[in-house]
T-cell receptor, first 112, second 117 residues
Framework: GQNIDQPTEMTATEGAIVQINCTYQ??????LFWYQQHAGEAPTFLSY????GLEEKGRFSSFLSRSKGYSYLLLKELQMKDSASYLC?????????????FGQGTELSVKP | EAGVVQSPRYKIIEKKQPVAFWCNPI?????LYWYRQNLGQGPELLIR????????DSQLPKDRFSAERLKGVDSTLKIQPAELGDSAVYLC???????????????FGEGSRLTVL
């Protein structure tokens, strides 16, 4: 079966660094995505990893280890606007194409 | 470039009533998805289209849900009759598709929030 696990909620302080972990067990793995979703809004793309290693994009970085079925999203210099749900999603390839399977999301609260 | 457009944004109906949602994907995107997102959960795939063909509808409750994508562009998702447990946000997403050679990032619409009373 397909399984993606991430913490339900996390709290961090403005200006700090936070790491959100994601573990997965899937077949047909073809990449891992992180999405940000503010309350009442659509998920928006943050990062994509298909090879092992770290991808850095401004204040956000994402890491992937395919052998361990593990990824993390690192947020630096936290701002209040970073309070949102962070969704880990695995892309699987099947039936002429692919789909994203999402974890339940990690609700991040950034405190002053 | 216009994003994925969905309507209506909000819908409140009584149980056993029908409801329909509409989605206009990003121009040129061959792949279209309908996801359902319950409160506090991640999106769950209902159906995936490659052009006008539904290539994965294994998670669609076919006794009450139906979907179509005429001419491989716009899509509609219908529920008839609605049940209390159908209250959720219905998200439409599109992507260029594997044939484009690009990483298959999904672009989401703002969603249609359904409340069944």
């Amino acid at each position: 079966g397909q399984n993606i696990d991430q913490p339900t909620e996390m709290t961090a302080t403005e200006g700090a660094i936070v790491q959100i972990n994601c573990t997965y067990q899937t077949s047909g793995f073809n990449g891992l995505f992180w999405y940000q979703q503010h309350a009442g809004e659509a998920p928006t793309f943050l990062s994509y990893n298909v090879l092992d290693g770290l991808e850095e994009k401004g204040r956000f970085s994402s890491f992937l280890s395919r052998s361990k079925g593990y990824s993390y999203l690192l947020l630096k210099e936290l701002q209040m606007k970073d309070s949102a749900s962070y969704l880990c999603a695995v892309r699987v390839i099947y039936n002429q194409g692919g789909k994203l399977i999402f974890g339940q999301g990690t609700e991040l609260s950034v405190k002053p | 470039e216009a994003g994925v457009v969905q309507s209506p944004r909000y819908k409140i109906i009584e149980k056993k009533q029908p409801v329909a949602f509409w989605c206009n994907p990003i121009s040129g995107h061959n792949t279209l998805y309908w996801y359902r997102q319950n409160l506090g959960q991640g999106p769950e795939l209902l159906i995936r289209y490659e052009n006008e063909e539904a290539v994965d509808d294994s998670q669609l409750p076919k006794d009450r849900f139906s979907a179509e994508r005429l001419k491989g562009v716009d899509s509609t998702l219908k529920i008839q009759p609605a049940e209390l447990g159908d209250s959720a946000v219905y998200l439409c997403a599109s992507s260029p598709g594997l044939s484009s050679g690009r990483a298959e990032e999904l672009f989401f619409g703002e969603g249609s929030r359904l409340t069944v009373l």
